[in-house]
């Protein structure tokens, strides 16, 4: 079956500016989870959906928003980009509402390359 | 989640086993123990997990101490593909999906 698909693979933006990066799941999951990983502070988690809700946020500020359709496909939103939000960002799903379920794996999808110049 | 500390490197021949440690001296009852692994510039990849009774699959097997104060990962007969850094976590109960991921153990094997 076809993995988590995240786009766009790559993007270069300038500061000031807003992205958006999207994320499908694997067919039947419904629980989407959003990362951030940079160099400095590895992978950290941003925040999770179920069922077009958000069930969970990390310490971001803001800046960092997100959404999830009925389809489950999520995304997320970064504005007024700074340079510190260069970064790789994964998206994960899962099968169950991690916060129902003591096991429960999380599927990774490849990641969006995020540059800020 | 329970934190947990990870040897921040580790080498294997290619072949022999690789037996990657973690302690996870906090973690509570409901916690389960889950490694992941990322090869460079790809997303982290499942490998397994378990509550407090050994588990092997077929990619690896994970060790956990009766006390579950500690795991440790092997990969029976590491390949230079295995290759990543190693991530444990201790995630479970009412973690609502916020997998803290440490800075994990890079695991190198080498011909």
């Known amino acids: 079956k076809a993995g988590v698909t995240q786009t766009p693979r790559y993007l270069i933006k300038t500061r000031g500016q807003q992205v958006t990066l999207s994320c499908s799941p694997i067919s039947g999951h419904r629980s989407v989870s959003w990362y951030q990983q940079t160099p400095g502070q590895g992978l950290q988690f941003l925040f999770e959906y179920f069922s077009e809700t958000q069930r969970n946020k990390g310490n971001f500020p803001g800046r960092f928003s997100g959404r999830q359709f009925s389809n489950s496909r999520s995304e997320m939103n970064v504005s007024t980009l700074e340079l510190g939000d260069s970064a790789l960002y994964l998206c994960?799903?899962?099968?169950?509402?991690?916060?129902?379920?003591?096991?429960?794996?999380?599927?990774f999808g490849a990641g969006s390359r995020l540059t800020v110049l | 989640d329970a934190k947990t500390t990870q040897p921040p490197s580790m080498d294997c021949a290619e072949g022999r086993a690789a037996n990657l440690p973690c302690n996870h001296s906090t973690i509570s009852g409901n916690e389960y123990v889950y490694w992941y692994r990322q090869i460079h510039s790809q997303g982290p990849q499942y490998i397994i997990h378990?509550?407090?009774n050994n588990e092997t699959n077929e990619m690896a097997s994970l060790i956990i101490t009766e006390d579950r104060k500690s795991s440790t990962l092997i990969l029976p007969h590491a390949t230079l593909r295995d290759t990543a850094v190693y991530y444990c976590?201790?995630?479970?109960?009412?973690?609502?999906?916020?997998?803290?991921f440490g800075q994990g153990t890079i695991l190198t094997v080498h011909p």
């Open positions: 378990g509550l407090k």
């Open positions: 976590i201790a995630y479970g109960g009412t973690s609502y999906g916020k997998l803290t």
């Open positions: 994960a799903s899962s099968l169950a509402p991690t916060a129902l379920s003591g096991a429960n794996v999380l599927t």
